[in-house]
């Protein structure tokens, strides 16, 4: 299988935590970004530091044309694609539903639900056998907060991670015998910036106590099961969604 790996929202976080991981893997990584430029270099040239090439992607995954162009310019610049990792994502800050505007969920669905959406496609074209493709693996990024439902908080977060998890199980099954392999992670609380964005900084210290192992998790642990599912190892799994909570 073709070594090159997407990842999306890959400046920080589980991201770049993935992207290291991958590369130490032996993969190729392509790191997207919308905002973070410097950060986004910093992860190509710790990639780069590990033997493998690396390259810096901005587009907006909420924006299907930007999807379009990112895919194109890695096409020629790269050629076929193995693997894509799904894992731009965001929260917003704490909020009942009645207090919810419109725009705020819609943000949610387009960057959590449509940006993988739009990605997995683009990358089905390319992988899939039924185009022409050599397989790949995709690895979607869901939230135990797809299970709890994150009421008080951010249900629409919740929700957008719902659709994730059924859009992952859909996805599987559809190109299940087009040499492509479909699966998900669902993070519990992890130490990144994620926390910060909702204005929440001190999260997940805060919710250790929740937590059956009494700690939130890294960004490295969380990285370990994506790499796991898009090595040959995982070659029988796809459509599974693997919990990474510490017991929650
Ligand atoms: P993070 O630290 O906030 O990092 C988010 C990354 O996504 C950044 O690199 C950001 O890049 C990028 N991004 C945001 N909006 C984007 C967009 N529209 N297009 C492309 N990239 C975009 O988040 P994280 O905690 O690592 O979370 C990664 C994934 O795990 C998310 O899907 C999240 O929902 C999921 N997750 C996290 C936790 C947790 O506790 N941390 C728990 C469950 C699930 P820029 O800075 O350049 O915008």
């Given at each position: ?8 929202g ?9 992207a ?5 893997r ?43 162009a ?18 731009a ?7 009942r ?9 819609q ?83 992890i ?9 929440q900084?001190e999260r ?25 599912l ?18 929650r």
């Amino acid at each position: 299988m073709n070594r090159t790996l997407l990842i999306t929202g890959a400046s920080r976080g589980i991201g770049a935590a993935t992207a290291r991981a991958a590369a130490a893997r032996g993969w190729d990584v392509a790191v997207n970004y919308t905002h973070a430029a410097e950060a986004a270099e910093t992860v190509a040239a710790e990639v780069r530091a590990l033997g493998r090439r690396a390259r810096v992607l901005q587009a907006d995954v909420a924006d299907e044309a930007q999807v379009v162009a990112m895919f194109q310019a890695l096409d020629r610049e790269w050629g076929a694609l193995g693997g894509l990792v799904n894992n731009a994502g965001v929260v917003d800050v704490a909020a009942r539903l009645d207090e919810m505007s419109g725009a705020r969920i819609q943000r949610m669905f387009a960057i959590n639900v449509f940006g993988t959406m739009w990605c997995a496609r683009e990358a089905v074209r390319r992988m899939s056998t039924r185009h022409g493709g050599q397989g790949g693996v995709i690895v979607n990024l869901s939230s135990v907060a797809a299970r709890l439902g994150a009421p008080g908080q951010y249900l629409d977060y919740a929700a957008a991670k719902g659709a994730i998890d059924s859009f992952t199980l859909g996805l599987a099954r559809e190109v299940a015998h087009e040499g492509v392999r479909v699966n998900a992670v669902r993070p519990g609380i992890i130490e990144t910036d994620i926390h910060a964005s909702g204005g929440q900084p001190e999260r997940a210290r805060q919710m250790a106590p929740a937590v059956p192992m009494q700690r939130a998790g890294t960004a490295d642990e969380v990285a370990q099961a994506i790499v796991w599912l898009l090595s040959d190892a995982a070659s029988y799994t796809t459509g599974t969604v693997i919990d990474v909570t510490g017991g929650r």
